[in-house]
């Protein structure tokens, strides 16, 4: 072998080796890690380093495909963390060195992950994620799933309430990919110390399928206290749902598919109704082979009643016995300053109607108008007040009012302490006016 041969053979002029760590080069502390090393079939002997110092040697094993060797780490701890490399000696010479592994032990309090405006992202969109937590970390790490290192680091800043947080630009999305994200927080004097992983966010991509439909059990206005579930419907054989709350800093709600009579659904058990429940919510179907979404549900408006301090009246002009084609006028008015009123009839499925109320004669009212009647307007109503700074927080409801329209049978049945038992199929459409 000439003289310049071996030369450049000391110097490294074979492959590099690859490095990497199983199951992942973020490792919880204490957990159990292993840092492959594979070199090529002439490979001999495998080095490894950390930052620049050698920490073991050992040669490949014969069963071992690959002429890869594997260095445990039982117990992880800070003190494993940091950059690794590793090369290899053959027969003929030195390789290069590996590109650099970085691992991270992580162990303090978890950040917050959330995404801004929200979770839900048109197919070439793009979204901004908030990592933020209380202990003032100096930097934040966003890994995406799937990717072995970071998708981006960036410093932190103050955010309100004495937290910080950084902000990452996220996209453009496509629904080809699925985009889950966690982050994680760190020192700047411990740069591989980092803390406990956020939650998963998955940002769902929307693309062009057939949207689902959305509908409440107990229709949409409820009672503190009572049990709630949202119903997901498509005649689309969607194997996984998604439910989200308009503004919620929460991710969506995933379920799988529960087929019903014909249709394949996912109900969503939201549990006891509490004021923090009501808002705009819409569905997603889903298909398992595919990270992509549907078009999202029509949105279904929760309504929570008994949030305000004072109970609106009903009352109806010019009585309520009427005759099929009549003007029929309802009332509603209150004592309390409220700039919203709703009206709901008992067992319909159209969302309660909203008119903004006016100041007359000492009260706040509202009407609402059938002009002409029909039978089909026949049954029970009731009314609700509401301000437009949270519109999903309703009074309790006014004293059920039982229109009779000629055909049926006659009179007014004021049911004391009636419950709204919210829209369900058939309702009719009113028209309200203000005068």
């Given at each position: 072998?000439?003289?310049?041969l071996?030369?450049?053979?000391?110097?490294?002029?074979?492959?590099?080796?690859?490095i990497?760590?199983?199951?992942?080069?973020?490792?919880?502390w204490?957990t159990?890690?292993?840092?492959?090393?594979?070199g090529?079939?002439?490979?001999?002997?495998l080095?490894?380093?950390?930052e620049?110092?050698?920490?073991t040697r050992?040669?490949p094993k014969?069963?071992?495909?690959?002429?890869?060797?594997?260095?445990?780490?039982t117990?992880?701890?800070?003190?494993?963390?940091?950059?690794?490399?590793?090369?290899?000696?053959?027969?003929?010479?030195?390789?290069?060195?590996?590109d650099?592994l970085?691992?991270v032990?992580?162990?303090?309090?978890k950040?917050?992950?959330?995404?801004m405006?929200s979770?839900i992202?048109t197919?070439?969109?793009?979204?901004?994620?908030?990592?933020?937590?209380?202990?003032?970390?100096?930097?934040?790490?966003?890994?995406?799933?799937?990717?072995?290192?970071?998708?981006?680091t960036?410093?932190s800043?103050r955010?309100?309430?004495?937290?910080?947080?950084?902000?990452?630009?996220v996209?453009?999305v496509?629904?080809?990919l699925?985009?889950t994200f966690?982050?994680?927080?760190?020192?700047?004097?411990t740069?591989?110390?980092w803390?406990?992983?956020?939650?998963?966010?998955?940002?769902?991509?929307l693309?062009?399928s057939?949207k689902?439909?959305?509908?409440?059990?107990q229709g949409?206005?409820?009672?503190?206290?009572?049990?709630?579930?949202?119903?997901c419907?498509?005649?689309?054989?969607?194997d996984?749902?998604?439910?989200y709350?308009?503004?919620?800093?929460?991710?969506p709600l995933?379920?799988?598919?529960h087929?019903?009579?014909?249709?394949?659904g996912?109900?969503?058990?939201?549990g006891?109704?509490?004021p923090?429940?009501?808002?705009?919510?819409s569905?997603?179907?889903?298909?398992?082979l595919?990270?992509?979404?549907?078009?999202?549900?029509?949105p279904?408006?929760?309504?929570?009643?008994?949030q305000?301090?004072?109970?609106p009246?009903?009352?109806v002009?010019?009585?309520?016995t009427?005759?099929?084609?009549?003007?029929?006028?309802?009332?509603?008015?209150s004592?309390?300053?409220?700039?919203?009123?709703?009206?709901?009839?008992?067992?319909?499925a159209?969302?309660p109607?909203?008119?903004?109320?006016k100041?007359?004669?000492?009260?706040?009212?509202?009407?609402?108008?059938?002009?002409?009647v029909?039978?089909?307007?026949?049954?029970t109503?009731r009314?609700?007040?509401?301000?437009?700074?949270?519109p999903?927080?309703?009074?309790p409801?006014?004293?059920?009012l039982e229109?009779q329209?000629?055909?049926?049978?006659?009179?007014?049945?004021?049911?004391k302490?009636?419950k709204s038992?919210g829209?369900?199929?058939?309702?009719?459409?009113?028209q309200?006016?203000?005068?």
């Open positions: 072998m000439t003289p310049n071996t030369a450049l053979l000391l110097l490294g002029t074979l492959s590099k080796p690859t990497w760590a199983e199951p992942g080069s973020v490792v919880p204490g159990p890690v292993t840092i492959c090393c594979q090529t079939l002439e490979a001999q002997m080095y490894l380093y950390k620049g110092h050698l920490v050992d040669r014969p069963l071992e495909p690959g002429n890869k060797v594997k260095f445990p780490i117990f992880m701890t800070e003190q494993y963390a940091g950059w690794y490399r590793c090369h290899y000696r053959s027969p003929t010479g030195w390789s290069e060195h590996s650099p970085e691992l032990v992580t162990g303090v309090s950040p917050s992950l959330s995404a405006p979770p992202v197919s070439g969109g793009t979204v901004t994620l908030q990592c933020g937590s209380r202990m003032r970390f100096h930097r934040f790490v966003l890994m995406k799933e799937g990717e072995p290192r970071p998708s981006s960036l410093d800043q955010h309100t309430g004495g937290h910080v947080q950084a902000l990452f630009p996209g453009p496509t629904p080809r699925k985009w966690r982050c994680y927080g760190y020192y700047s004097d740069p591989w110390m803390s406990l992983s956020s939650d998963p966010l998955e940002l769902l991509v693309g062009a057939r689902p439909s959305l509908l409440a059990q949409p206005v409820v009672s503190p206290g009572q049990h709630l579930t949202l119903q419907r498509s005649d689309v054989s969607y996984r749902f998604a439910l709350k308009e503004g919620s800093r929460d991710p995933h379920r799988g598919r087929p019903q009579a014909g249709l394949s996912a109900d969503f058990s939201l006891p109704v509490s923090s429940l009501g808002g705009r919510y569905c997603y179907g889903g298909h398992n595919s990270p992509e979404w549907s078009v999202p549900s029509e279904l408006d929760i309504l929570v009643a008994g305000l301090p004072s109970t009246s009903l009352s002009q010019p009585g309520p009427v005759t099929s084609g009549e003007n029929v006028t309802l009332l509603c008015r004592l309390s300053s409220v700039d919203t009123f709703l009206l709901s009839k008992e067992g319909a159209n969302r109607l909203r008119r903004r109320s100041y007359r004669a000492g009260q706040h009212q509202a009407k609402f108008s059938m002009s002409p029909t039978s089909a307007q026949g049954g109503y009314c609700y007040g509401s301000h437009s700074t949270s999903y927080l309703l009074s409801p006014s004293e059920p229109l329209v000629s055909g049926e049978e006659l009179g007014f049945h004021p049911r302490g009636g038992r829209l369900h199929p058939g309702a009719p459409i009113l309200s006016q203000q005068r």
